[in-house]
């Protein structure tokens, strides 16, 4: 199965194995993690060269990520028809920021190097190679996470750079009978993470408004 989809999407491409990657890293959800676990399915392609595509794919969108994510959060909850997306957005990337914060104050108690502490905890995020912790939603944290754009962006890159080079690895020692067990388990995975992060945020969003009902009955 994994041959199969890497043969189709290489097919829109003209057949361009390299530039299929560097595509498929600049989509959401799919990203450089689920570009790499299909580039076990290509067949003669280097993988240095395959993981520096997706790289280069995934790294587009961290900087424009990284200036627009605050103005475009507070445009939608302006906005009388987004207004619900846009504090939806803000709760899902202010619940992620503060996981990255908590990491951060973890390390420095004494909160002496607040900004090195939130750039190492958003490496660490982005590095994990796991769904939904990548370029696209790291960028987003970092966009309001209270550090310097360009230390943002570089978090974001290095944890990107350490996240496909453990993929890499993966994806070229597993067996080749085995890569589709790799994706079926890579696709289970990120479906329970966004289910999980969904059924996780209504629960916040219901507990805060049965907290404001209760002040405003008091």
């Known amino acids: 199965m994994t041959e199969s989809i890497a043969e ?8 361009n194995q390299y530039l299929t990657l560097f595509l498929l890293s600049v989509i959401p959800v799919v990203e450089l993690r689920g570009a790499i676990v299909l580039m076990g399915g290509m067949t003669d392609i280097n993988y240095a060269a395959g993981m ?3 790289v280069a794919g995934s790294s587009c969108i961290i900087v424009p990520m990284v200036f627009v994510v605050s103005p475009l959060i507070a445009r939608l909850k302006r906005s009388s028809f987004f207004g619900k997306m846009g ?7 202010e619940t992620k920021a503060e996981s990255v914060r908590a990491s951060a104050d973890k390390h420095d108690k004494k909160r002496r190097h607040v900004e090195a502490g939130r750039f190492w905890g958003l ?17 987003a944290i970092g966009g309001i996470l209270d550090l310097k754009p360009w230390k943002a962006v570089l978090a974001v890159f290095a944890g990107n750079l ?15 009978g085995y890569m589709d067990f790799f994706l079926y388990g890579f696709i289970i995975l990120a479906v329970t993470l966004f289910c999980s992060a969904y059924v996780a945020g209504a629960l916040r969003r219901r507990k805060r408004k049965r907290a404001g009902k209760d002040v405003t009955e008091a």
Request: with cysteine.
């Open 87 to 93: 504090e939806r957005l803000e709760d899902h990337l």
């Open 162 to 176: 350490i996240a496909a080079g453990v993929l890499t690895l993966l994806v070229r020692f597993v067996p080749q």
């Open 123 to 139: 490496l660490a995020f982005v590095a994990v190679p796991l769904p939904m912790t990548g370029a696209w939603t790291g960028s």
């Open 8 to 15: 189709f999407f290489a097919a829109a491409t003209g057949g």
């Open 52 to 54: 520096f595509c997706c």
